[in-house]
């Protein structure tokens, strides 16, 4: 398997544009989490799904956030509109029950 | 408030030296709590310690947890510079699979 695959891998996006960063989890994986990671506050958790079902949002800062998991090999988030306290470095990590999460490679949001 | 608490923030030492890395938890209903390795990436999994697994080693790095004292520590030993990266622990409550994270600890080995 080739890992969790986020897309894109860096994105610039002015201030009240939509932004969707996209990622496709591990085969089998029925957990799947979003993670935003700054330097003051390290890394979020903003939500998880359990197959395909949104289990915990608490931790999305803001109705401009949603996130959504069509099927069991892809999911979105989006920020809409954006702002430049979104920049971050966004993650989605999947895993397979309990413990160890697999990380993508993250997508670097500058919002300018 | 639940919360994970790791210390020292950095550390830099040379080549060959032996270092620990603490985390401290507060959790209601503990599950597990996992140690993350990040270079300039995605964090990747180094161990996961539970109740009935306390001690974890892999090579040159090792684990313990301690329940009572609600924490952990990450040694590693013989440094070498492959290892300068930060150093992330989370722990896992019992009732849901959202991980509380700590800031991390940055680790920098000079040659």
């Known amino acids: 398997d080739a890992g969790v695959i986020q897309s894109p891998r860096h994105e610039v996006t002015e201030m009240g544009q939509e932004v969707t960063l996209r990622c496709k989890p591990i085969s089998g994986h029925d957990y799947l989490f979003w993670y935003r990671q700054t330097m003051m506050r390290g890394l979020e958790l903003l939500i998880y799904?359990?197959?395909?079902?949104?289990?915990?949002d608490s931790g999305m800062p803001e109705d401009r956030f949603s996130a959504k998991m069509p099927n069991a090999s892809f999911s979105t988030l989006k920020i809409q509109p954006s702002e430049p306290r979104d920049s971050a470095v966004y993650f989605c990590?999947?895993?397979?029950?309990?413990?160890?999460?697999?990380f993508g490679q993250g997508t670097r949001l500058t919002v300018v | 408030e639940d919360k994970v608490v790791q210390s020292p923030l950095s550390l830099v030492v040379h080549e060959g030296d032996t270092v620990t890395l603490n985390c401290s938890y507060e959790v209601t209903n503990f599950r597990s709590l996992l140690w993350y390795k990040q270079e300039k990436k995605a964090p990747t999994f180094l161990f996961m310690l539970t109740s009935s697994g306390i001690e974890k080693k892999s090579g040159r790095l090792s684990s313990i947890l301690d329940k009572k004292e609600l924490s952990s520590i990450l040694n590693i030993t013989a440094t070498q510079t492959g290892d300068s990266a930060i150093y992330l622990c989370a722990v896992e409550p019992g009732n849901n699979r959202k991980l509380i994270w700590g800031l991390g600890t940055s680790l920098a080995v000079n040659p």
């Open positions: 799904f359990n197959n395909n079902v949104p289990i915990d």
């Open positions: 990590a999947s895993s397979l029950g309990p413990g160890e999460a697999f």
